[in-house]
C-alpha cells in the first residue's frame, strides 16, 4: 500500500484532516443558515417532547438523537418503549449546554406516576 502512487500532493493523514475539517465547516455554515423550526403552537403547552417533534425542530436524524443522548448533549426519559424530552433540556441543548454523559444508554426509564408529576409541574 505505501508503493502505490499518490495522487494528492499532500500526505494522506493531512488530506484527511484538512477534509474533515472542510466538511465539519461546511456543515457549521449550512447550520447557521437554516432556521430551526418552530414547534407548533400548541406545543408550548406540553412539558414532553416525542423524539419525532425532536426531529423536525433539529432538523436531524433518529441516530444523531441517540447519539446526542448517548454523548450527553441531551437527556431522555423512557416511558415503556417510548422516548421523551423534556422542553428545558431541549432549551438548553439549543443554548449549547449539555449534561454529563450517561454510563449507560438509554439516558433514563421512569414510571408513569413520575410523568404525570413532570407534567403538573
Given amino acids: ?3 502505490m502512487p499518490v495522487m494528492f500532493p499532500v500526505e ?3 488530506f484527511w484532516q484538512q477534509l474533515k475539517r472542510m466538511v ?3 456543515i457549521g455554515e449550512y447550520m ?3 432556521p430551526l423550526v418552530k414547534p407548533a403552537e400548541n406545543a408550548s403547552q406540553q412539558p414532553l417532547l416525542k423524539l419525532a417533534e425532536l426531529r423536525s425542530i433539529f432538523r436531524v436524524s ?3 438523537l441517540y447519539k446526542w443522548i448517548k454523548e450527553g448533549r441531551l437527556r431522555s426519559f423512557k416511558i415503556r418503549n417510548r422516548r421523551y424530552f423534556t ?3 431541549v432549551e438548553a441543548l439549543m443554548q449549547g449546554k449539555s449534561f454529563p454523559a450517561s ?3 438509554p439516558s433514563q426509564s ?5 410523568v404525570v408529576s413532570i407534567v403538573k409541574s
Wanted: aromatic share 8%.
Fill in 1 to 3: 500500500m505505501k508503493d
Fill in 12 to 14: 494522506p493523514d493531512v
Fill in 24 to 26: 465539519q465547516e461546511a
Fill in 32 to 34: 447557521k443558515a437554516q
Fill in 62 to 64: 433518529k441516530p444523531t
Fill in 87 to 89: 422542553r428545558e433540556d
Fill in 103 to 105: 454510563p449507560f444508554f
Fill in 110 to 114: 421512569i414510571s408513569e406516576s413520575e
